[in-house]
């Protein structure tokens, strides 16, 4: 089962959170037939998309964007409170370097947080770092000044994506950036000894026994993670208010009804004229309701 799981050190201002996707990330995976190289990269978003919701503790959902200049236009995934996600990518043709820097180099990378009740936040994170992971980390440093570490790993061949997340907790993270915290550089480079085998094969405990085994690590109850899409006939049916009535009436009496697909998950929706005709006078919502 995917899962993502917090933990605390009992005797350090650090908290945690470690998550594994196997199914989700297949999911994913199965919309396209994606270059490797943008597997990996898909992989590694759905991994910090699901930390991030997590760290973040709202009701709502985030979601990571970036748009490119290069091979590759566009990547999305979203992930909920309820950790369910959905994600997609564009690309032109397969990047000739791999890696998240080389792929998006001079595009822009977003992340957008909207809560169940309350306003939508867009933040920019700088595409000027080596890898996902560390963009991720300077974003936390100067948007929250909380020292963070994350490590993102993913092997496409086995479709296994998963990650550990490191951070300061915000109450004792003014004093950290302002002075060394050795105890959190020290749990940094206990973190980066970690293979990719271990993260995505061992049970967490046993993940974080072998790192973190000299300190005391309290586990929190784990968390399910799946693929989830949010798609629905009705929500398709907004695009089609957008089209000029007569204009899709032609096209069902040319092809008997109209097909919508989703991007994200391949359910297909169909509409006749009758649902056109309701579409456009405002009741379609109501007809869907009586069905």
């Known amino acids: 089962m995917d899962q993502i799981q917090r933990f605390l050190f009992d005797n350090i201002n650090v ?87 080389d792929i998006f180099k001079g595009g822009i990378f977003t992340i957008t947080i909207t809560p169940e009740n309350g306003q939508r936040y867009q933040g920019i994170v700088a595409i000027d770092k080596p890898t996902l992971a560390q963009c991720l980390e300077a974003y936390f ?11 993102l790993r993913v ?31 020290h749990l940094t480079k206990l973190a980066e000894t970690l293979k990719t085998e271990e993260l995505t094969g061992l049970p967490f405990e046993q993940v974080l026994h072998r790192l973190f085994h000299e300190e005391a690590v309290r586990l929190f109850e784990p968390q399910p993670v799946q693929f989830k899409c949010t798609c629905s006939k009705l929500k398709s049916a907004l695009a089609l208010k957008s089209v000029d ?21 391949h359910s297909v929706y169909l509409y006749d004229a009758m649902d056109v005709e309701a579409i456009h006078a405002g009741t379609f919502e109501q007809s869907q309701a009586i069905q």
Request: aromatic share 6%.
């Open 245 to 265: 009535k007569q204009e899709l009436l032609s096209l069902i009496e040319e092809q008997g009804q109209i097909k919508m697909n989703c991007q994200f998950c």
């Open 15 to 101: 908290r945690g959170e470690i998550v594994r996707l196997s199914d989700t990330f297949d999911a994913l995976l199965s919309a396209q037939p994606y270059p490797e190289s943008v597997q990996v990269v898909l992989g590694e978003m759905a991994v910090a998309a699901s930390m991030l919701v997590a760290t973040l503790k709202i009701k709502g959902e985030v979601s990571l964007q970036v748009q490119g200049n290069g091979a590759v236009k566009y990547a999305l995934v979203t992930a909920s409170d309820r950790q369910e996600m959905r994600g997609i990518a564009r690309w032109q043709e397969e990047p000739l370097q791999p890696g998240f820097v």
């Open 141 to 151: 440093v100067q948007s929250e000044q909380l020292p963070t570490h994350i490590e």
């Open 155 to 185: 092997d496409s061949n086995s479709r296994q994506a998963a990650g550990l997340f490191l951070q300061v907790i915000p109450d004792s993270a003014e004093s950290s950036v302002n002075k060394d915290n050795a105890e959190f550089e």
